[in-house]
T-cell receptor, first 112, second 112 residues
Framework: DTEVTQTPKHLVMGMTNKKSLKCEQHMGHRAMYWYKQKAKKPPELMFVYSYEKLSINESVPSRFSPECPNSSLLNLHLHALQPEDSALYLC???????????FGPGTRLTVT | GQQLNQSPQSMFIQEGEDVSMNCTSSSIFNTWLWYKQDPGEGPVLLIALYKAGELTSNGRLTAQFGITRKDSFLNISASIPSDVGIYFCAGQSYNQGGKLIFGQGTELSVKP
């Protein structure tokens, strides 16, 4: 089983809202990732967690706040987003920090 | 920083034709991954390559890890309509904390 699940599938939020994206994997992977993707562009790395600790923050604005409550779950908390933050947000996981990354289906976020 | 050049950017082919796309890097990678992404979905891992010179097949797909460690190609034989999508290569180095460097993608259209 190489499934990563993400909820919600779609999210529309205003610039003053607070919302969260959720990601879950049950493959026993110890590394999890958040990516942002614009249409027809490659995914851009935002955050990397290894063994539930944040190991990489790619200079992401503080209006995006990641959280890893346990080894299976990854959240992305959103607050005071801008319209240019509208994108597909992808979660991925891998066995360790290297090798195959498996992506979830993504959350389509629209900021109005 | 590391950059990947992926070509071609787009391809329009007839069903049944073979397809070839490639990625070249300015630096060495230890791992090459090939993904396919359908509209509105997350990237799906097609093939993973770990050794220079390695040639790996997955059904109608064949990929190779270049001997210089700076390039990789993906071939699709006898294309079918469901091959439509965007194909991304991604390279990874051991000392980059799990980061994937993505190519810009090859958008494949197949005419029945």
């Amino acid at each position: 089983d190489t499934e990563v699940t993400q909820t919600p599938k779609h999210l529309v939020m205003g610039m003053t809202n607070k919302k969260s994206l959720k990601c879950e994997q049950h493959m026993g992977h110890r590394a999890m990732y958040w990516y942002k993707q614009k249409a027809k562009k490659p995914p851009e790395l935002m955050f990397v967690y290894s063994y539930e600790k944040l190991s990489i923050n790619e200079s992401v604005p503080s209006r995006f706040s990641p959280e890893c409550p346990n080894s299976s779950l990854l959240n992305l908390h959103l607050h005071a987003l801008q319209p240019e933050d509208s994108a597909l947000y992808l979660c991925a996981s891998s066995q360790g920090l290297g090798g195959e990354q498996y992506f979830g289906p993504g959350t389509r976020l629209t900021v109005t | 920083g590391q950059q990947l050049n992926q070509s071609p950017q787009s391809m329009f082919i007839q069903e049944g034709e073979d397809v070839s796309m490639n990625c070249t890097s300015s630096s060495i990678f230890n791992t090459w991954l090939w993904y396919k992404q359908d509209p509105g979905e997350g990237p799906v891992l097609l093939i993973a390559l770990y050794k220079a010179g390695e040639l790996t097949s997955n059904g109608r797909l064949t990929a190779q890890f270049g001997i210089t460690r700076k390039d990789s190609f993906l071939n699709i034989s006898a294309s079918i309509p469901s091959d439509v999508g965007i194909y991304f290569c991604a390279g990874q180095s051991y000392n980059q904390g799990g980061k994937l460097i993505f190519g810009q993608g090859t958008e494949l259209s197949v005419k029945p």
